[in-house]
C-alpha cells in the first residue's frame, strides 16, 4: 500500500488560532507544518510540548499530541518523554519569558546533555498574554505595563547563551522569511541532539519598537555570506554581534544556522552504559565498576 503524503494543512488542528491579527507566531505555524510535510513526518510520532504564554497555545493548533504543559515547564517535560520513547520527534514551543525567564533553570542541562529534542523560541521581546510588560529579551529603554519609564534591564542574548550552554545546534531565523524558517526547524529536526531555534516573532499589540517594518531589511543570512556553522568560536562572535541593532538601528541582525555539532546524545550514552552493565554477572565486578577512579 502506497503511503499518503501529508500536505501542510494535514498537520493543522480545526481549532482557530486566538492569536492577535498580525501575530507572527502565525508564520511559526506555516514554516513548522511545512516542515514536518517536507520531510515526511507522521503526526503520530510527533509530540509537542509547551509552557505558557501566547507562544505557548502553538500545540493546539497542530494536528499531533501535545502537551500543554506548566510555566516554564516545557523542556523537563519534553525530555522526559524522549528518554521515554527516543523514537518520536520531540519538539518544544516556547517564548522569551517562558523559557528564558521562569524556565531558564532547564534549558542548560537538557544541552549540555544534548537531548535529542528541538527548542522552538518564539522571541517577541515581550509579554504578550499578560498584556504588555518587558521580557528577559526586551531591549532597553522598552515602555512596558509595569515599566512606565522603560526597561532598565539588559537583554538576554538567546543565540550566545544557548551556545555557552553547550547546545549542538543553534540557529536563528525570522517570522517575515517562510522560506528561511521552514528551511531552519528542518535541519533543526532533523539534528540529532539537542536544537535551538530563535525565532524573531514581532508582537504587533504590545511591542511597536521591534515591528515587523523595523525588521525589514535589517536581516541578514549569516550562511550566505559565508558562516561555517562547525567553527564555534566564530559562531560566539557571531552571537555577540546579534543584539547590535538594539544600539544602532543600521546594524544587521543575523540569522541563520550560527553552530552545529554531531555529538553523541544523552539517548545514546544511557544505552551505552544499559549495554555496559547488562553484561555484567558477577556482584563483585559490578561494585569494582561503580568504584571512584584515583586521579
Given at each position: 500500500m502506497l503511503e499518503v503524503h501529508l500536505?501542510?494543512?494535514?498537520?493543522?488542528?480545526?481549532?482557530?488560532?486566538?492569536?492577535?491579527?498580525?501575530?507572527?507566531?502565525?508564520?511559526?505555524?506555516?514554516?513548522?507544518?511545512?516542515?514536518?510535510?517536507?520531510?515526511?513526518?507522521?503526526?503520530?510520532?510527533?509530540?509537542?510540548?509547551?509552557?505558557?504564554g501566547c507562544s505557548s497555545r502553538l500545540?493546539?493548533?497542530?494536528?499531533n499530541y501535545s502537551v500543554h504543559s506548566l510555566h516554564g515547564r516545557a523542556i523537563p517535560v519534553a525530555v522526559g518523554i524522549k528518554l521515554a520513547r527516543p523514537d518520536l520527534t520531540v519538539i518544544v514551543e516556547t517564548g522569551d519569558g517562558d523559557l528564558?525567564?521562569?524556565?531558564?533553570g532547564h534549558n542548560p542541562h537538557a544541552a549540555r546533555r544534548n537531548i535529542d529534542i528541538t527548542v522552538i523560541c518564539m522571541d517577541n521581546q515581550v509579554y504578550g498574554l499578560t498584556k504588555n510588560q518587558v521580557s528577559p529579551t526586551s531591549r532597553e529603554g522598552l515602555y512596558g505595563s509595569l515599566t512606565?519609564?522603560?526597561?532598565?534591564?539588559?537583554?538576554?542574548?538567546?543565540?550566545?547563551?544557548m551556545l555557552s550552554y553547550g547546545a549542538t545546534f543553534v540557529a536563528q531565523t525570522y517570522a517575515g522569511n517562510l522560506k528561511h524558517m521552514t528551511e531552519v526547524i528542518k535541519q533543526a529536526i532533523q539534528h540529532k541532539g539537542f536544537s535551538f531555534v530563535n525565532v524573531i516573532s514581532p508582537c504587533p499589540t504590545f511591542n511597536k519598537v521591534?515591528?515587523?517594518?523595523?525588521?525589514?531589511?535589517?536581516?541578514k543570512d549569516i550562511n550566505e555570506q559565508g558562516h561555517d556553522p562547525s567553527d564555534y568560536r566564530k559562531a560566539l562572535e557571531l552571537a555577540f554581534h546579534d543584539l547590535d541593532h538594539y544600539h544602532d538601528p543600521n546594524?544587521?541582525?543575523?540569522?541563520?544556522?550560527?553552530?552545529?555539532?554531531?555529538?553523541?546524545?544523552?539517548?545514546?550514552r544511557m544505552q551505552s552504559v544499559?549495554?555496559?552493565?547488562?553484561?555484567?554477572?558477577?556482584?563483585?565486578?559490578?561494585?569494582?565498576?561503580?568504584k571512584p577512579k584515583a586521579l
Open positions: 500536505k501542510p494543512a494535514d498537520y493543522k488542528s480545526d481549532v482557530e488560532p486566538t492569536w492577535c491579527s498580525g501575530c507572527g507566531d502565525f508564520g511559526v505555524v506555516a514554516a513548522l507544518t511545512r516542515a514536518y510535510s517536507e520531510l515526511g513526518l507522521k503526526p503520530e510520532n510527533i509530540v509537542s510540548v509547551s509552557g505558557i500545540p493546539l493548533f497542530v494536528k528564558f525567564s521562569i524556565g531558564a512606565p519609564y522603560g526597561s532598565i534591564d539588559r537583554p538576554v542574548n538567546p543565540i550566545a547563551t521591534d515591528t515587523f517594518q523595523y525588521y525589514k531589511g535589517k536581516v546594524a544587521p541582525v543575523p540569522i541563520g544556522v550560527f553552530y552545529k555539532a554531531e555529538l553523541e546524545t544523552y539517548e545514546d544499559k549495554r555496559r552493565y547488562k553484561q555484567v554477572e558477577d556482584v563483585q565486578e559490578l561494585i569494582d565498576m561503580c
